[in-house]
């Protein structure tokens, strides 16, 4: 077996196979042709961490580019950062890809070789060092990003193109910059029909995020994007194992996709530490699988330590509770309630967060909650499973869940479902 391993477990790595996402970035493709009428030309990509974000926006531009021909901005919101100084700045040279248009594009760059203030930063928007400004945009920050966007849109229209902008992480732009954003789709691909094309990506916080800037951008539209099916999860772990020679034994493969749950990244960190673990065999088998992910249970509960660090302690508290009522299995939210004697209305805000920003926990049923991650949803039991106040437990129900959270294996003997 060579010594390459095929798998890619870290975060914002495009997986060697992007299986199950053939069919939103098709939908994606067939919108972008479509042009600015489409419901999904400006749209917002949203999932919880892990789940292949960056993989389908990158997938995303480069057909963009192969096949439509469009120039493809990718940039990352921060949270002290400039949004729309960044993708103003990295818009200029990305035109470069239509320099094949000759004397039309050079005109185009000579006049969008502007200065203008983005708010924050100044940013400077120049192709070439040598080449003058022939042209101020009007005002400054988000009115000059508007003039921006005008002009690039006007000419990609002109000349049966257009232009896509991928913003990653959106879930952290600055409320101004997310306004500014708004405001500009607004303007130029919704009001003027220009094909300037926009996609979001983040968390599911990024819907509250961005419904305060706007009546617009509340009716932004949303693609969620889901775990791998069994299917999509097995085809990840066999197509790249396949391409260097290497088999997984049918038992070994339906292990690692019952343990991953289809959860992208956990199909790639079991792929690659079983891989490993398998040294060189032309077969991967159960016990490599095994071996594989006793190693990826300390990685996983490294990451894990410092996620629940970052938790408030009524965060805490809740996700404890819910790990003590009914470890991975849903759970109501008045019994969380009732454990912690709160009501639940002063749950609210523990609970929505860890729903919309944090993304550890998800809504099943009306009035449930369960781990989004069952891994996550072990550990909590095994590590944390004593809720965080004096109350304890007070049904037959929760001594049971509490009996068998006990006689749980300790944390490196592997994930027990």
């Not at 343990?259 to 159960?286: D, I, M």
Request: aromatic share 6%; with cysteine; glycine share 12%.
């Amino acid at each position: 077996m060579p010594n390459r391993n095929p798998y890619t477990p870290g975060f914002g790595l495009s997986p060697p196979t992007l299986a199950g996402r053939a069919g939103v970035i098709d939908e994606t493709l067939a919108a972008l042709r479509a042009g600015p009428r489409h419901p999904r030309f400006c749209f917002a990509l949203l999932g919880h961490r892990g789940v292949g974000k960056t993989s389908v926006l990158d997938a995303i531009g480069e057909r963009a580019t192969s096949e439509l021909g469009w120039p493809v901005v990718h940039r990352q919101a921060m949270r002290e950062g400039d949004l729309l100084g960044d993708v103003g700045e990295g818009l200029i040279p990305a035109l470069g890809h239509w320099n094949r248009l000759g004397r039309d594009y050079r005109h185009l760059e000579k006049d969008l070789s502007i200065g203008f203030n983005l708010g924050v930063v100044s940013a400077k928007a120049k192709a070439k060092a040598n080449v003058h400004s022939t042209a101020t945009a009007e005002g400054s920050g988000p009115g000059a990003f508007v003039e921006l966007l005008r002009k690039v849109g006007t000419f990609a229209r002109d000349h049966d193109s257009g232009v896509l902008i991928t913003i990653d992480e959106a879930m952290t732009a600055r409320r101004p910059d997310l306004v500014g954003m708004a405001g500009a789709i607004q303007t130029v691909v919704n009001r003027s029909q220009l094909p300037i094309a926009v996609i979001f990506a983040g968390l599911p916080s990024f819907r509250e995020a961005i419904g305060v800037a706007g009546t617009f951008a509340e009716r932004l539209s949303v693609q969620n994007l889901a775990d791998l099916s069994p299917d999509a999860s097995r085809l990840a772990l066999v197509e790249p194992a396949a391409q260097l020679g290497v088999r997984w034994a049918p038992e070994a493969l339906d292990l690692v996709t019952a343990r991953s749950a289809g959860h992208p990244y956990y199909v790639q960190l079991f792929g690659y530490h079983s891989w490993e673990a398998g040294g060189g065999a032309e077969e991967l088998t159960v016990a490599h699988v095994e071996a594989g992910i006793r190693v990826a249970e300390t990685d996983l509960h490294g990451q894990f330590e410092g996620t629940w660090g970052r938790l408030r302690p009524q965060e805490q508290s809740f996700l404890s509770a819910v790990a003590v009522i009914g470890g991975s299995e849903p759970v109501p939210i008045v019994a969380v309630a009732a454990s912690l004697k709160r009501s639940t209305g002063q749950l609210d805000v523990a609970r929505n967060r860890l729903v919309y920003q944090h993304g550890l926990l998800r809504s099943p049923g009306r009035g449930q909650v369960q781990f989004h991650s069952h891994q996550f949803g072990d550990w909590v039991s095994e590590n944390h499973a004593v809720v965080a106040s004096p109350i304890r437990p007070n049904t037959s129900q929760q001594a049971q869940n509490i009996k068998a959270i006990r006689a749980r294996p300790q944390p490196g003997r592997g994930f027990e479902r």
